[in-house]
């Protein structure tokens, strides 16, 4: 069965932390695995990976993909409370409509 | 453009009452698809939409529950009778692609069945 997993659950760090979010996929006919940031409201797009061991960046976030592994990791670096979030991760099986992962609520404090 | 735009914000409601929720896509999107999120289960597929027909029901939980896409602007989710259990969020999203793109979701539906 395709599935998304991802860990931890949930997470509690002080600003100025560095923190790793995993997520470990099975899913037919892999194409991409995407990063989503969920906030009070919708869930939105942070990243889309689609090649192994190459790093996509934005700030201070950083994502990677290891297809042989098939796992992803999100970091996080200087965390700051404006970072407190659900972290999701999802991919389609094929062409078909992104499965995501249960999500990591990390929560940062000052 | 105003993004995917879902309404109503909230709804609280009866058991046993109809409950319809509503979504207006990003024009130009092929794809439009309803999701329900819950602390139990995460994000769920419901079923989605290309160009207004229906592919995949298939997560849609029982036949309580059922979508429509009369035109490109607008789908409706409406649950009947609604349940306890119907209590999520209930997201709709809209895609130029189905699998390997970034998909734009609205604001959500919090859904309260008492």
């Known amino acids: 069965e395709d599935k998304v997993v991802q860990s931890p659950l949930s997470l509690v760090v002080h600003e100025g932390d560095t923190v790793t979010l995993n997520c470990s996929y099975e899913?037919?006919?892999?194409?991409?695995l995407l990063w989503y940031k969920q906030e009070k409201k919708a869930p939105t797009f942070l990243f889309m990976l689609t090649s192994s061991g190459i790093e996509k960046k934005s700030g201070r976030l950083s994502s990677i993909l290891d297809k042989k592994e098939l796992f992803s990791i999100l970091n996080i670096t200087a965390t700051q409370t404006g970072d407190s979030a659900i972290y999701l991760c999802a991919t389609p099986k094929g062409n078909t409509p992104l499965v995501f992962g249960k999500g990591t609520r990390l929560s940062v404090i000052a | 453009d105003a993004g995917v735009i879902q309404s109503p914000r909230h709804e609280v409601t009866e058991m046993g009452q109809e409950v319809t929720l509503r979504c207006k896509p990003i024009?130009?999107?092929?794809?439009l698809f309803w999701y329900r999120q819950t602390m139990m289960r995460g994000l769920e597929l419901l079923i989605y939409f290309n160009n207004n027909v229906p592919i995949d029901d298939s997560g849609m939980p029982e036949d309580r529950f059922s979508a429509k896409m009369p035109n490109a602007s607008f789908s409706t989710l409406k649950i009947q009778p609604s349940e306890p259990r119907d209590s999520a969020v209930y997201f709709c999203a809209s895609s130029v692609a189905a699998g390997w793109s970034g998909y734009t979701f609205g604001s959500g539906t919090r859904l309260t069945v008492v």
């Open positions: 899913v037919t006919n892999f194409r991409s």
């Open positions: 024009s130009g999107h092929d794809y």
